[in-house]
């Protein structure tokens, strides 16, 4: 059974960082594009980062620059290394399949930058 499980967030003053990581269980870590997306309060589920199984990245044009997303294949781990954190980053934070699969969504990890 996949499952994806998210972890890292927290709150943060604006400027500081972050790391979220995302363990993937079963088979999609070396089969899909991976991403990280965010939702906040009365909006969609963005993508914000995504990296596919040959490591290639892309990164929405909010996020770029200050985010990075890499893998970790030993361990089936996803990170996303969010910098120069701001207000407007204030989400939860999932990863997912890119395009996203409904069953593979877990809990998310909640970021709020404030200061």
């Known amino acids: 059974q996949v499952q994806f499980v998210e972890s890292g967030g927290g709150l943060v003053q604006p400027g500081g960082s972050l790391r979220l990581s995302c363990v993937i269980s079963?088979?999609?870590?070396?089969?899909?594009?991976i991403g990280w997306y965010r939702q906040a309060p009365g909006t969609q589920r963005d993508l914000v980062a995504r990296i596919t199984y040959s490591g290639d990245t892309y990164y929405a044009d909010s996020v770029k620059g200050r985010f990075t997303i890499s893998k970790r294949n030993a361990e089936n781990t996803v990170y996303l290394q969010m910098n120069s954190l701001k207000p407007e980053d204030t989400a939860v934070y999932y990863c997912?399949?890119?395009?996203?699969?409904?069953?593979?969504w877990g809990q998310g990890t909640q970021v709020t930058v404030s200061s």
């Open positions: 997912n399949t890119v395009p996203p699969r409904v069953n593979y």
């Open positions: 079963g088979s999609a870590f070396t089969v899909y594009h």
